[in-house]
């Protein structure tokens, strides 16, 4: 059972990780100062992270 656990506990904070990094990729896209090619490289970060 320990196990089990410690493998679920492993796996949520992975996905807990990629949750953060969209989040602070989307916010970063958002940003009126950031060039057409940061926001392309922003929105392709978030692709990645997403797929």
């Not at 320990?2 to 506990?9: D, H, I, M, P």
């Not at 796996?11 to 949750?19: H, I, K």
Request: glycine fraction near 4%; hydrophobic fraction near 35%; proline fraction near 0%.
């Amino acid at each position: 059972m320990k196990g089990v656990l410690q493998t679920t506990f492993a796996a949520l904070s992975q996905v807990s990780n990629t949750m953060l990094q969209a989040r602070a990729t989307l916010t970063r896209s958002a940003d009126g100062s950031i060039s057409t090619e940061q926001r392309n490289q922003f929105a392709e970060k978030y692709r990645q992270l997403t797929t």
